[in-house]
């Protein structure tokens, strides 16, 4: 090859190779138009040219939400504003009663709690204690697929009388996110720690869309008074309409769960239908009973 072929060829790899740097380059400013300006290269690629990764992409979009919000649809649920009047018995003129336990779930306690409900084809209330909520979901999803009913009963059982308004908030609203996000429903009612209301904790509670619960009849099964005490109370205080009190978590609730396996079967065989309370918002307080001050 001569020297003057060899100078052409040298000149049109020169040229082609222009060509194709030019041809880049426009391409590039033509992605970063579409994509946005800036130095930090806003068109969907990290510096060196890879796309973010996922997990990147998630935080830079994922705000903290507040009380109810869905992100995936931007918008917050309707909020009913619940009562604020302390419901302690049923509105019936039927037997109907109404089972609540408090202070669960339990992993130990509550399965057998519902055994013995699935077994008499009865429903029940279950207070559930945010924390012990958001150890055990499973059991909440238990509960509801049971057709059971779940309230909040706070979330770490401080007595709310006592606390802020800010605090009593906080423990209402994370034990409500716990329930709603384990069975997709936020609960419409609430009981207070100890039974103790007053007009602030009633408010942020109705705001939260829920109306207060209290109870007729106390077990006092938390005190672990002896299986025979516990189905005695019952059965001596229950009337059409009562609210009775009891726990399936806080401490060792055998007791509790022998006295359900006795007294059930009788308070069916005596006419008492258990049911659920309302979630309606409508309670008159009758008695006054269970206000904090």
């Known amino acids: 090859m001569t020297s003057e072929a060899r100078t052409r060829r040298k000149s049109r790899r020169v040229f082609l190779g222009g060509m194709l740097i030019a041809g880049a380059c426009v391409a590039n400013r033509a992605q970063a138009a579409a994509g ?6 806003a068109s969907g690629a990290d510096a060196k040219g890879a796309a ?11 705000q903290p939400q507040s009380y109810r919000l869905r992100p995936e649809a931007g918008q917050v649920h309707p909020q009913a504003r619940g009562s604020t009047s302390v419901a302690y018995r049923l509105d019936s003129e039927e037997r109907e009663i109404a089972l609540t336990f408090d202070d669960g779930p339990d992993p130990e306690y509550t399965p057998q709690v519902l055994e013995v409900l699935r077994r008499w084809g009865v429903q029940a209330t279950f207070c559930v204690i945010g924390r012990e909520a958001a150890a055990s979901t499973w059991l909440l ?4 697929d049971g057709g059971h009913l779940i309230a909040n009963h706070s979330w770490s059982h401080p007595q709310l ?4 308004p800010t605090e009593i908030h ?5 034990t409500c996110d716990v329930i709603d996000e384990a069975v997709g429903t936020a609960p419409a009612l609430a009981r207070a720690p100890f039974g103790a209301w007053n007009r602030r904790a009633l408010g942020i509670s109705a705001s939260l869309g829920m109306s207060p619960l209290g109870w ?5 099964d938390w005190e672990e008074p002896g299986t025979r005490k516990i189905t005695s109370t019952v059965m001596k205080s229950v009337r059409p309409g009562s609210i009775v009190l009891l726990h399936d978590g806080g401490g ?39 206000w904090g001050v």
């Open 36 to 41: 946005g300006s800036g130095s930090s290269g």
């Open 52 to 62: 973010p990764h996922p997990l990147r992409q998630q935080r830079a979009v994922t």
């Open 141 to 144: 999803n238990a509960i509801a």
């Open 161 to 164: 009388t006592r606390m802020r």
């Open 170 to 174: 906080e423990q209402l609203a994370r």
């Open 216 to 220: 007729s009849v106390d077990t006092c």
């Open 252 to 290: 060792n609730r055998s007791q509790t769960v022998a006295s359900l396996r006795d007294c059930l079967p009788r308070l069916l065989d005596s006419g008492y239908i258990p049911v659920l309370p309302p979630r309606t918002n409508v309670f008159e307080d009758r008695t006054g009973k269970g």
